[in-house]
């Protein structure tokens, strides 16, 4: 069986640009959640999605936003990037509730 | 909100000795689980944990739910090079479908053959 995938695995942006991130969950999870890794701040949760539907928000400005497709697939768009957005961003598929999440191997985002 | 205080920050073993890490809040939760990460990859779930005083075992590594609800330990016995990386707790609340993963800040071990 498949793990949860990244796509892509590594960016570099510039200040102030947009960046989608892509998540496809192992198959039959419903629940995708998205964290953003940081060496000062950890993980950091940003949001969960179940069915299409936002069901858990974190504490991250509106400029992350996220959407899970019919397929459960998922994508988190991050818009007008700044320097402190440069993280390792994890998605981590779970079948129903989050409990037992199976991280994805990350993308590494650089803005630069 | 809620938070989980992981210790030790980072550990010096010698290959062959066993460790010890854990976590404690201040709030109760339905679920521990541990992972592992290795550098430049995602976290791997080690041990979930669902019942309070639960205790469970993935080869060399046991895990504890601690009976009050609140803490949670992880034991690696004999310990080898391929154990080192960041290890994280994690704990979720419950409360039906709500709540997320609360994790720590993780324990860093470094294994000296």
């Known amino acids: 069986k498949a793990g949860v995938t990244q796509t892509p695995r590594y960016l570099i942006k510039t200040r102030g640009q947009q960046v989608t991130l892509s998540c496809s969950p192992i198959?039959?999870?419903?629940?995708v959640s998205w964290y953003q890794q940081t060496p000062g701040q950890g993980l950091q949760f940003l949001f969960e999605?179940?069915?299409?539907?936002?069901?858990n928000k974190g504490n991250f400005p509106g400029r992350f936003s996220g959407r899970q497709f019919s397929n459960s697939r998922s994508e988190m768009n991050v818009s007008t990037l700044e320097l402190g957005d440069s993280a390792l961003y994890l998605c981590?598929?779970?079948?129903?509730?989050?409990?037992?999440?199976?991280f994805g191997q990350g993308t590494r985002l650089t803005v630069v | 909100g809620q938070q989980l205080n992981q210790s030790p920050q980072s550990m010096f073993i010698q290959e062959g000795e066993d460790v010890s890490m854990n976590c404690t809040s201040s709030?109760?939760?339905?679920?521990w689980l541990w992972y592992k990460q290795d550098p430049g990859e995602g976290p791997v779930l080690l041990i979930a944990?669902?019942?309070?005083?639960e205790l469970t075992s993935n080869g060399r590594l046991t895990a504890q739910f601690g009976i009050t609800r609140k803490d949670s330990f992880l034991n690696i016995s004999a310990s080898i090079p391929s154990d080192v990386g960041i290890y994280f707790c994690?704990?979720?609340?419950?409360?039906?479908?709500?709540?997320?993963?609360?994790f720590g800040k993780g324990t860093k071990l470094s294994v000296k053959p």
């Open positions: 981590a598929s779970s079948l129903e509730l989050v409990t037992e999440a199976f």
């Open positions: 198959s039959g999870h419903r629940s």
């Open positions: 999605y179940f069915s299409e539907t936002q069901r």
């Open positions: 709030s109760i939760f339905n679920t």
């Open positions: 944990l669902y019942k309070a005083g």
């Open positions: 994690a704990g979720w609340p419950g409360g039906g479908s709500q709540g997320n993963l609360i």
